[in-house]
Nanobody, 127 residues
Framework: QEQFVESGGGLVRPGGSLRLSCVAS????????IGWFRQAPGRELEGVSC????????YYEDSVKGRFTVSLDKATNTVFLEMNSLKPEDTAVYYC????????????????????WGQGTQVTVSS
């Protein structure tokens, strides 16, 4: 079964940092665009960032631009999301998925264009 396994979440104070990992299970990431999304309680799935596996072009939604950085480790088939200057409003379950509509890594990110979701990893920003 093709899916991602996300990890790295936790509880962090405002202003802190976390690094999330997303490992592809059952498939390789060649030719894919991988997106990071998040879902806060009572809210819809929201786009965060994406990266093109082949040319490493990245995109960030305004809510995280300048604070989050997406990157790849092709040797381990892993996508990372480095999150700095975290805010309480970043609290959510974070997921990654592959872009399936063929539009590439571009915004605004639409969750209905992505698939192969993992189980997610919880990020809580609180003092």
């Amino acid at each position: 079964q093709e899916q991602f396994v996300e990890s790295g979440g936790g509880l962090v104070r405002p202003g802190g940092s976390l690094r999330l990992s997303c490992v592809a299970s059952g498939f390789t990431l060649n030719n894919y665009v991988i997106g990071w999304f998040r879902q806060a309680p009572g809210r819809e799935l929201e786009g965060v960032s994406c990266i093109d596996y082949d040319d490493t072009k990245a995109y960030y939604e305004d809510s995280v631009k300048g604070r989050f950085t997406v990157s790849l480790d092709k040797a381990t088939n892993t996508v990372f999301l480095e999150m700095n200057s975290l805010k309480p409003e970043d609290t959510a379950v974070y997921y990654c998925g592959t872009e399936e509509a063929g539009w590439g890594c571009a915004g605004p990110l639409r969750h209905d264009e992505y698939d192969n979701w993992g189980q997610g990893t919880q990020v809580t920003v609180s003092s």
